[in-house]
């Protein structure tokens, strides 16, 4: 394990699901987990209808935390991060292609992994440098391994996304936990003292040679435990033991 790991403090954090919009809805659900259904949609008010019309259910939820949570800075580099990304606007346009239908252009440029990313910077007409990444179970873990070496290279912040959806029902079986829809946003900065959250990730090799298999997605279990008042939390994914704690 690294002994140091990585450290950083959240400035500011927000969340959205439906029937989940509030921040004390969130820590009662963080206090008592339940599964997140249902197909509401985030207003997203502060992007340009035009644009917003763009986006389907998963990007306006991610839109909608960019928003809240950069609350009007700019210039602020950003991580977006999807273990699945718009799987099930992908798997429209693959039965489109079997059936031999024509393809649209848009449907495919807002299928593509960086497509809520790249809405967020056009709406703004932000240039700060952005991402998309996506890393299968440790999707979150490798996303804010990217940020810290943001900051590392000078970015006084990161703006970190993550975003998911339930998966098209052709999928369902090849899961390894409940699929649920939510998005979350933190904004990152170097550790601090003064800091109000300050998380440290560290991780080492894994004997266990399968993922294992919670209820919750790894984006909600990470979320769960930065929202809670738990020392810390264990995942094995990826051949990895990913260890995330907070300072006392």
Known sequence: MRIDGL?????????????????EAWLAWAKRPFEIVGDAEPGVRQMPPMLRRRAGALGKMALEVAYQCLDGRKD????????????????ELLNDLAQGAALSPTAFGLAVHNASAGLFSIARADQANHLALAAGASTIEHAVIEACGLMADGAPMVLLVAYDN????VFEKFQDC???????AW???????????????SWMAANEQQNEVHAMPPSLQVLQFQLSEDPCLERVADGRRWRWARDA
Do not use: N
């Open 76 to 91: 602020v580099p950003a991580v977006f991060c999807s273990r699945h990304g718009e799987v099930a606007r992908a798997y």
């Open 187 to 201: 904004l990152m900065v170097p550790a601090s003292e003064d800091a109000k959250a300050t998380l440290r990730l």
């Open 178 to 184: 409940t699929e649920q829809p939510h998005a979350w």
């Open 7 to 23: 450290r950083f403090s959240i400035a500011a954090h927000t969340a959205w699901a439906p029937g989940i919009e509030t921040p």
């Open 166 to 169: 339930c998966l098209p029902q």
